[in-house]
Every structure is written in structure tokens, then in C-alpha cells.
């Protein structure tokens, strides 16, 4: 058995537009997934790595006499790389979303250094992508997209309701 048909409808044709570009754009659930992002940093930072399952090194003995330091944890001396990717507002913070991806991260040159380690200083990762994480930024897109879809229930051709 085979059904055939079609609509000759303007207002359909919109409608169907409307709701294929409501789908494209996906810019509000990644927004949040940037959100989640900031607080993970921070709770890298607030327990030295371990919340991303990697603790950081200790800092050399040498590193602490030169620096002078009070204990303002690893990679915090003066908050500069915490902020830039916690606090959109902050200096070398990069956060970049349009309809179809999330560009985020620090623009602060050493921050590299950091998440990779160099020669002479070990790896401290910052950016530490854990199945958890993922798994909640996929819940936030399919949220947002099945949130989508209901609409389409209640759009009248034309237009939402």
C-alpha cells in the first residue's frame, strides 16, 4: 500500500522553513553547554584538577621560593587564567557561539603551556573532557531540540500560535 500526496500551501512551506531553521540553530543549548564549561573550570581549579580526574602536579620547590607565594593554589597566582576562563568579561577569555558550534577556551598565551606540559614543567590539564561532561552537554542539545519538536504540535500553519 502506497500513500501519495502533496500540499500546495504557502503557509505549510513557511511553516516547515520556520521549523527546519528553529532546528539548525542551536545556539541557546550551547550557550548553556559554555555555561557548564565556566563552572568545570572553575572546579578544576577550586580542586587542582582532581574534578576532571587528573590532580595537578605540585609546584617545584623552586617555583614556590621565586614566586614568593602564599598558598593561592596551582596555576591561580594572580587569577589571570582562572578568569579568562570563567568570567566572560575577563582578558584572553575566548567564548565564540553561533547556530552551530561552541569555540571556547583561553586566549592567554600560556595557557597551553599548561594544559600540555613543556620540557621543563608538567602537564596540568585544565580542559579535561570526562564522559559526565559529555553526557550532560548531549542531554542539553536533545533537550533543546525535542523541546523543538513539541512546538511543531502546536504551530498553526502560518505561524505559532
Known sequence: MTFEGSVNSENVDRALSNFQD???????????????LRQ????????????????????????LRKSRRTRSGILNLTGALLGSLTDPGAPGHVEQIDSAQLLFGSGLPYAGFHQTGTRRMPARPI???TGDATARWLEIVRNSIEGKVALLGTWELGGRQ
Open 40 to 63: 568545570m573550570m572553575a572546579e578544576q581549579f577550586a580542586t587542582e584538577g582532581a574534578a576532571g580526574g587528573t590532580p595537578w602536579a605540585p609546584l617545584a620547590t623552586s617555583t
Open 127 to 129: 580542559v579535561v573532557l
Open 22 to 36: 528553529s532546528l539548525a540553530d542551536n545556539s541557546d543549548s550551547l550557550a548553556a553547554v559554555a555555561d557548564d
